[in-house]
């Protein structure tokens, strides 16, 4: 991947329909520099604080602290560790510590500048300091920008499971300057097209069929199919967020792919996969789990698999036995009465939510293990015709 510059184009609004808790996304670059006065045009007055990390702050901070200042809002940063390590009830302290000692009111606000980690940690804390305060989401990585930043879910990870422990917190606005997809490590960025992907399967078919057609462009940070994939990607989630809050039904689906991914991710410890690779690999083993269970044709799992793979994304399980795995989506959020609900493919933009019964997943996984040598010898046969 190259950091090919990302131009500046005509500002994208994407409404996220929620009654009093309706907000704007907005995507444009350069609006990182303008945060101050969105900020102030909400009727934010006050203390205002500013949730980063280390490698972050010292990309945005100065700029943003900069903005917020000249708004006049007393601003200030709180620094978190990097990781997804640090998404924990201590790093909720942490802030929770610093809003209490600089003495913030139930008017003052946060913001979220960072990816996910620092999104779902600052609206977490913004939920419960003072019964809530307001908080805007001014996401930096794709990830971020395209799901974690949008639809309110916030929370924390424990060690048994992600996520466990949080909350639904709208955010009052969403700044995406796609500007700082120019800093992003080529592996953040890639992980961010696991989510990408995620919405073309899910709802929109012809969408991923436009991912099929310009990989090779958002491999290379071309503006225009950048500027697309996450204006489109933020409609589909505000879609469905708008017509399922919390969780209850329909928005489930946006957790294709999670339920294995989760249960990768905990497997390691949060150190071997980030989350857009746990998700990538969960989506392709998932939709074979739906072929083996006869829901998909092999070709909904075929051109998921080539797609991932192109875009520079891994596709197989990683060492692991059919218990270990199967334990850790015992603690998926999908759970219910002791029964692991999985999202899985009927076809690309088509999706049925079912629960997974242990012995038919376990012949699923003996079956992929037996066939696991074939599969590597035609992933390599793939990616040399697409390096062609």
């Known amino acids: 991947m190259t950091n090919a510059q990302v131009l500046h184009t005509a500002e994208r609004c994407v409404p996220v329909s929620l009654g009093e808790r309706s907000y704007d996304i907005r995507i444009r670059p350069g609006l990182m520099g303008e945060i101050g006065q969105c900020l102030f045009s909400l009727g934010v007055k006050g203390k205002v604080g500013v949730v980063t990390n280390p490698v972050v702050g010292r990309l945005y901070a100065s700029a943003v602290l900069r903005s917020l200042r000249a708004a006049g809002l007393d601003a200030s940063t709180i620094v978190l560790p990097e990781g997804e390590r640090a998404k924990s009830l201590r790093s909720v302290g942490t802030i929770l510590d610093a809003l209490i000692k600089a003495r913030f009111e139930r008017g003052s ?3 979220a500048l960072g990816g996910g980690v620092i999104g779902d940690l600052t609206g977490f804390a913004a939920s419960i300091y003072m019964r809530g305060i307001p908080f805007v989401q001014v996401p930096t990585t794709l990830v971020a920008q395209v799901d974690s930043s949008v639809g309110g879910k916030t929370g924390v990870n424990h060690p048994l499971g992600k996520n466990l422990i949080g909350t639904f917190f709208q955010p009052r606005l969403v700044l995406v300057d796609p500007g700082t997809l120019r800093t992003l490590p080529p592996r953040e960025w890639t992980a961010g097209l696991a989510e990408v992907i995620k919405y073309g399967v899910i709802a ?8 099929e057609q310009y990989m090779d462009r958002l491999l290379k940070l071309d503006a225009e199919p950048v ?12 879609s469905v967020v708008a017509r399922d809050e919390q969780e209850s039904d329909l928005r489930r689906i946006l957790n294709y792919g999670h339920t294995i991914g989760h249960a990768l991710e905990s497997l390691g410890g949060y150190r071997k996969l980030i989350h857009g690779e746990a998700v990538a690999i969960g989506m392709v083993q998932e939709s074979d789990l739906a072929r083996h269970l006869g829901l998909c044709a092999s070709e909904v799992v075929e051109r998921q698999r080539v797609l991932v793979s192109r875009a520079g994304l891994p596709a197989a399980l990683p060492a692991a036995t059919f218990n270990q795995l199967w334990a850790a989506m015992q603690h998926d959020k999908k759970v219910a009465q002791g029964r692991v609900y999985c999202v899985l493919p009927e076809r690309i933009g088509r999706m049925v939510i079912q629960p997974l019964e242990r012995d038919a997943c376990r012949r699923w996984f003996e079956q992929r ?4 040598p074939k599969a590597r010898r035609r992933g390599r046969t793939s990616s040399r015709a697409d390096r062609k």
């Open 204 to 211: 929109d078919e012809a969408f991923f069929a436009y991912l």
């Open 227 to 238: 500027g697309h994939v996450i204006a489109r990607s933020c409609e589909i989630k505000a």
């Open 109 to 111: 606000a946060l913001v």
């Open 369 to 372: 293990v037996t066939e696991k």
